[in-house]
Structures are given as structure tokens and as C-alpha cells.
């Protein structure tokens, strides 16, 4: 389905005049880790699946999601979904749903409607939503368990109730492939558990394929199917959660004493 | 669903509007009735068609116009604050105006709408570089760089004024406080070009720019062209602040107070909002005006001063409760 291709973008390449001014930031840029990613290449094949990003915070997680929706293009290689690299922004938009780790809400309008609003790339210049669109997005917030909350307002609902809203939001638009930037980020032990159900069962009913980056290695371990672990903008290691979860793997690719037990990673805390 | 309640609350305002102009029409310093200017009463004529439906009309356009600015300011912005006023854009307008009015170049047909919509582009953009940070707009940012673009449109608008003939002293404090005094059937006319052809642009990019509520990332992932929704958005609101500007000087606060009153009952998004504000904008400024008119007639309040005595209270309240 997804086929990223010797993928490369980094940020803030500065122009040629402001590192002139500033001798010390090439200095600087030089020695901080590389930004962005460099190089990436994956395949993703048809049929559900979960798979998460790891890996720590600035190796690029989020950056390769953004690319692989769309959010910005590559610098240089390709992203390629279902062998065709030239669709429009609207028919790539229907087929690859993503949800930023931060959602922006300033103007809080009833969940249903925010939910609906997925529907965006199916809409024409002039179009409402019809009594359809409506429909897949009361089915999507069903889908999350979030039914109750379609007349609540966004700025009445606790973290995790928003995280589930913006999730219907995105399956309201009938993807194939689901990006999550942390998703987990901002929930408690007991809605990561809930969250992660949820996932697995959107996997399990629509076979869509879900990504989603965390930067908690025991969580995307727990609730994933394959891990793409990502250091310093490269993947490190395209591999089965057990077999990333070995305490000589871990060590490795992260660089940090810490042990494994029973696939769960532990901090060493003997001296 | 949602396009009956959007129906209805079109229709809502649309009654309240036109109950509004009416009584404006009818009320006054001069006292005279539509049935005296009907059976052909010259002067009644005059002061009701003339005068004061002309007057009516302009301030009906530039309410339109000033919301329809804000809603979409603040969209694009994703901020709750901006308004044409409290950005600068209303001042970058009055200073080109002022400025070519100072060097006696108003009579220059068509000079003083296209010097004062370049004076809220230019401030536009300037609120663009200052305020906004990675895709985003700090609200503290904003409001600094609005503020400091007002204190530097004022003074070049006093300095204009200096520099020109005595005489022309109170045509600077009519761009600075906003007035409608001068409306003429003229204005109307080229107001309601604009207003018509803003609008439009803004309908024709509305299901895109309403996707930027929800962060610029979010809207480039569900397909939209952020880059081009930004600049034509942004494109038309400064226009119509332009214009509006050219016609009555600095009306402070109504791109900010009526979509949030409209936001109050009806909390939809962008394509639901636009309409709603075209309705209520006029409404709100429409009534401001006949207060200004008839409030100690004969003399006449400046209608920027009521609409800041509304707006004032409405924005510290806002500023108090947003995060």
C-alpha cells in the first residue's frame, strides 16, 4: 500500500546571509543532533495492522508522519501509495488520515460537528455536509466509544474525551491508513489501556492500517504488531515487538542501561 | 441538520436588520416622514433619501464589511482577538488616507480607496511577521503588534495632518475616530462592489479556510492549499478594510464584537458564521450610528467612540477568560 522511498527532509536550513551574521550558529547547528529525517525507506502492505514509531524524543517520528500525510513534502525520495505518486491533495486526503500530536480547538464547536469535519476531503466547493456525512460520523464516534459526547462542546470534555472526538474525526474520513502522532501523550495509565483498545479494534473492523509514533517504548511495544524504531532521523530497526524489546536491543539502540523483563523495559536503578 | 439552524438564524437577523435600517430611516435630528417625501415633498425627499438612507446604506456596508473582516481574521489567525482594528490594518488604511488627503490628493478620483486598502496590506503583513511564529499566532504577540502599528499610524496620520493646512485638522480626527457623517451614495456604490466581490472570494474559499480553525498542519492533511487559502483570505479581508476605512475612517471593534455575539448563539464554523456576520455586522453598526445621530441631537457623536464604549468592556471581558 505505502511505500516510502529513500525519504530525506531536514528544518531550518538557514539561508546563506543569517549564518554569516551568526558565526556561532553553524557552530551550534553542527554539533546538535540531526533534525528531521535522513534517508528513511519502508514499506507498509495492505491488510490491518498496527504499527508503531518509536523511538526517542527528536529521532524523527513525528517528521516522517508528517510526510507520509502530506504535511510537507520531501526534500528529496518519494512517498508512494498504492504505486501512484501523483494524487491530488483531496483523493490523498481520503485515503491517509492524520491526527497531530497537539489538535487546536480555539473556537470549541459541538463534538459531532468537529467529528464531521473529517469529511472535508469528500466535499465539493460549495457543499455542506449531507445527512450521509453525518451519518459515517456518528458511526465513527460509535466507533471510538464516544456516542455521548456528539452534542457536548469541545471545551467541556476532559483530555482523554477530545483525544477520542479527534480520533473519530479522523476515521469519519474512511481512511486506509491512519497516522497518530503520541497518542498516548496526555492520557492516564487506565485511557492509554482504553485508547489502545480502541485502536486495535478500529484495526480489526475497518482493516485499516494504523502508524502511530510514541516516544514510550513499553507502549508501543505492548500494543503494536511491528515496531519501526527510529534514532537520530534513520529507522534503527524494522522488527517484531519481541524482538525489539531484548535488553542488548535496547541498550543498543537507545544507549541507556536498562533491562528487560517479560518484553517490558525496566530502568536499571543499581548503582 | 445544520443548514437549518442555519437558515433560520439567517432569517432571524435578516428581520432584525431590516427592523434596524427602518428605524434609522425614521429617526433624526430633522423631523420629517417617509409620507411627506412620498407625496412629493422636495426637502423631505432630500434628507430622507439623500441624506440619511444614504448614510443608513454606507454604515450597513461598512458594518458587513468590518465583521466579515474580523470572522475571517480570526479564523485564520486562530486567535479570538484579532479584528481589522485591534491588528492595525484599520490604522495602516486611515494613515495611507490621511496621507493623501494631507497632500490635498483626495479629490484624485479612486486614490484614496486604493492608498488605504495598500496601508491595510501593508499591515497586514506586518502583523504576519511580527505576530507569527512556527505556523502560529501568539496571542501576546498580536495584540503588541497591533498595538505598536496603531501608535505608529497615528502619529504619521497627526504629522500628515500638521504639515497640512489648519483647516483640515478635523478631517484627521474623522480618520482617526471613525464617522459616517460624510456618507454619500457614491461611497455606497463603491463599498458594495467591494463588499460583493470580498465576499464572494471568501464563499468561493470558505470550505477550505474553515479547515484552518483547526491548525494549519490539520488542514493541509485533509487536503487543503493552506499557502493559497492564507493569501487570498487575507487578500480579501484587507481589501474590504480598505474600503470600508476609505469611507468613514477607523471604526474600531465591530470586526471583533459581532462575530463573537453571533459566536454566542450559534457556535458552527467559518461557512456558518460569514453569512451570520454579514447580517449582524450592519445591524450592530447600523444602530451604533443612529445612536451617535440622535443621542443629544443635534449634535453628533463620533460612532467610533460608541462602538468602543460597546466594545471596550466586551474585549477586557474576553482577554479575562481566554486561555
Redesign the interface.
Known amino acids: 500500500m505505502l511505500r516510502v522511498e529513500n525519504v530525506s527532509y531536514a528544518y531550518g536550513v538557514a539561508p546563506p546571509t543569517r549564518r554569516r551574521m551568526h558565526p556561532d550558529a553553524d557552530a551550534a547547528e553542527s554539533a546538535a543532533p540531526h533534525r528531521g529525517v535522513n534517508d528513511v525507506s519502508l514499506h507498509v502492505g495492505d491488510g490491518g495492522a498496527l504499527i508503531a514509531l518509536a523511538g526517542p524524543n527528536g529521532s524523527g517520528k513525528s517528521t516522517l508522519l508528517?510526510l507520509i500525510?502530506?504535511?510537507i513534502a520531501p526534500q528529496r525520495g518519494e512517498v508512494v501509495l498504492d504505486d501512484r505518486n501523483d494524487w491530488?491533495?483531496?483523493?490523498?486526503?481520503?485515503r491517509?488520515?492524520?491526527l497531530?500530536q497537539?489538535?487546536?480547538?480555539?473556537?470549541?464547536?459541538?463534538a459531532i460537528?468537529v467529528v464531521v469535519?473529517?469529511r472535508?476531503?469528500y466535499?465539493s466547493?460549495?457543499?455542506?455536509?449531507s445527512?450521509e456525512d453525518?451519518a459515517e460520523a456518528e458511526k465513527a464516534l460509535a466507533l471510538c466509544d464516544a456516542s455521548y459526547l456528539g452534542a457536548r462542546?469541545l471545551d467541556e470534555m476532559s483530555g482523554g474525551e477530545r483525544k477520542r472526538v479527534f480520533l473519530a474525526r479522523v476515521l469519519a474520513?474512511a481512511p486506509r491508513l491512519i497516522l497518530l502522532d503520541e497518542p498516548f501523550a496526555a492520557l492516564d495509565v487506565a485511557h492509554v489501556q482504553q485508547f489502545s483498545r480502541l485502536l486495535r479494534d478500529i484495526v480489526d473492523r475497518t482493516n485499516s492500517t494504523v502508524v502511530f509514533a510514541s516516544h514510550d517504548l513499553n507502549w508501543a511495544a505492548a500494543y503494536s504488531d511491528r515496531m519501526l524504531v527510529m534514532r537520530d532521523g534513520r529507522i534503527a530497526r524494522d522488527a517484531t515487538p519481541g524482538e525489539v524489546m531484548r535488553t542488548e536491543v535496547v541498550r543498543e539502540l537507545f544507549g541507556f542501561d536498562a533491562r528487560t523483563i517479560d518484553g517490558w523495559l525496566v530502568p536499571n536503578l543499581q548503582r | 441538520m445544520g443548514e437549518v439552524a442555519l437558515k433560520r438564524g439567517v432569517f432571524v437577523l435578516a428581520v432584525l436588520l431590516i427592523a434596524v435600517i427602518i428605524a434609522a430611516v425614521c429617526l433624526g435630528a430633522a423631523h420629517v416622514s417617509w409620507r411627506d417625501a412620498l407625496s412629493g415633498d422636495a426637502t423631505a425627499r432630500a434628507v430622507l433619501v439623500r441624506i440619511r438612507l444614504s448614510r443608513v446604506v454606507v454604515a450597513a456596508l461598512i458594518g458587513a464589511t468590518l465583521a466579515v473582516a474580523g470572522v475571517t481574521f480570526q479564523t485564520l489567525l486562530r486567535n479570538p482577538l484579532a479584528d481589522p482594528f485591534i491588528l492595525g490594518v484599520s490604522g495602516g488604511a486611515a494613515c495611507g488616507a490621511a496621507v493623501v488627503t494631507a497632500f490635498g490628493l483626495a479629490r484624485v478620483p479612486g486614490l484614496v480607496p486604493v492608498v488605504a486598502f495598500a496601508g491595510a496590506c501593508g499591515a497586514t503583513a506586518a502583523v504576519f511577521l511580527v505576530a507569527r511564529r512556527r505556523g502560529r499566532t501568539d496571542t501576546t504577540r498580536l495584540l503588541l503588534s497591533g498595538l505598536i502599528l496603531n501608535a505608529l499610524f497615528s502619529a504619521i496620520i497627526l504629522i500628515a495632518f500638521a504639515l497640512a493646512p489648519a483647516s483640515d485638522m478635523a478631517s484627521a480626527l474623522r480618520w482617526m475616530m471613525g464617522s459616517l457623517s460624510g456618507a454619500s451614495w457614491s461611497d455606497a456604490i463603491l463599498l458594495g462592489t467591494m463588499f460583493v466581490i470580498a465576499t464572494a472570494t471568501l464563499v468561493f474559499i470558505s470550505n477550505d479556510l474553515r479547515m484552518l480553525a483547526f491548525g494549519e498542519d490539520d488542514a493541509r492533511a485533509h487536503g487543503v492549499n493552506v499557502e493559497r487559502v492564507k493569501l487570498i483570505g487575507f487578500g480579501a479581508a484587507s481589501i474590504v478594510t480598505g474600503a470600508a476605512v476609505a469611507a468613514s475612517g477607523i471604526i474600531g471593534f465591530v470586526g471583533l464584537l459581532v462575530p463573537h455575539l453571533v459566536r454566542l448563539i450559534w457556535r458552527r464554523d467559518y461557512r456558518y458564521l460569514l453569512p451570520l456576520c454579514a447580517l449582524a455586522g450592519p445591524a450592530l453598526l447600523v444602530a451604533s450610528d443612529t445612536v451617535a445621530r440622535v443621542a443629544i441631537a443635534p449634535v453628533e457623536l463620533p460612532v467610533g467612540a460608541i462602538t468602543a464604549l460597546l466594545g471596550v468592556p466586551f474585549f477586557l471581558s474576553l482577554l479575562r477568560s481566554s486561555r
Open positions: 508528517k500525510a502530506r504535511v491530488t491533495a483531496k483523493e490523498y486526503a481520503r491517509v488520515g492524520y497531530p497537539e489538535t487546536e480547538d480555539v473556537f470549541a464547536m459541538r460537528d469535519s473529517g472535508a476531503p466535499l466547493r460549495f457543499a455542506f455536509e445527512e453525518y462542546f474520513g
